[in-house]
Structure formats: structure tokens, C-alpha cells
């Protein structure tokens, strides 16, 4: 049974930083790109980042590149969203998913799109104001 376990949303003021955690319980965590999504109220779930299984990839949603950093620590089973400069439009649900893609040098080409993904985390509230 795979779960996907975030953490570290949070209530916070435009500017300040955040970091989520995803836990994986993937025995072969290795096996999976992993992405984060986000859903705010009212509107689709979107694409935010993704990241290969090695780290030596990465792709952004362009609202916020330059400002969220993806990462993972294979050893824990973990990937990370660092958020910072956050502003009151990254206000969202954030979803941790993981697609069984075993290339660690490129991700699929249809990365951004959520049916890609084989499982999903619950999801941790991120809410900025302004």
C-alpha cells in the first residue's frame, strides 16, 4: 500500500518562506518522479513542480519559477517544496504525487499533467496573506 503523506502548510504573510514535506512509504522510491500540485478554492488542481527520481531534473510552473525549489532525499523517502517570496496567489491545497517513471535523466513529456501520476497525498493547506 503506497501513501503519500505531506506536511508543513501553514498561515502565513506575503513574503515569508515555507517548506513542505512529502513522505513516500514507495519501497522502491527510486522507481518514481515525483511532482507537487496545488488546488486553490474554486479552481482546477495546477501543476507547481516536478523532479526526476535522481534530482538531476526539475521542471516549474512558470508562476513560480525562480521563487519554489523542488527537491528529494531518497534515503527518507522524501521530496520538498521550498516555497519562498510567497504571495497571496499561491494560496492553495498542495498535492504531493509520484509517477512510476524510471528515467533519471528527463521526466515524461507530460509532466504537468495530473493523470499522469500514479498516487497522491492528502494534501496540506498553504494560506498567504497580504
Known amino acids: 500500500q503506497v501513501q503519500l503523506v505531506e506536511s508543513g502548510g501553514g498561515l502565513l504573510q506575503a513574503g515569508a518562506s515555507l517548506r513542505l514535506s512529502c513522505a513516500a512509504s514507495?519501497?522502491?522510491?527510486?522507481?518514481?518522479?515525483m511532482a507537487w500540485f496545488r488546488q486553490a478554492p474554486g479552481k482546477e488542481r495546477d501543476f507547481v513542480a516536478a523532479?526526476?527520481?535522481?534530482?538531476?531534473?526539475?521542471n516549474y510552473a512558470d508562476s513560480v519559477k525562480g521563487r519554489f525549489t523542488i527537491s528529494r532525499d531518497n534515503g527518507k523517502n522524501s521530496v520538498y517544496l521550498q516555497m519562498n517570496s510567497l504571495k497571496p496567489e499561491d494560496t492553495a491545497v498542495y498535492y504531493c504525487a509520484a509517477d512510476l517513471w524510471r528515467s533519471g535523466t528527463y521526466l515524461r513529456s507530460t509532466y504537468s499533467i495530473e493523470n499522469e501520476y500514479d498516487y497522491w497525498g492528502q494534501g496540506t493547506q498553504v494560506t498567504v496573506s497580504s
Open positions: 523532479i526526476t527520481w535522481s534530482g538531476g531534473n526539475t
Open positions: 514507495i519501497r522502491t522510491f527510486e522507481n518514481y518522479a
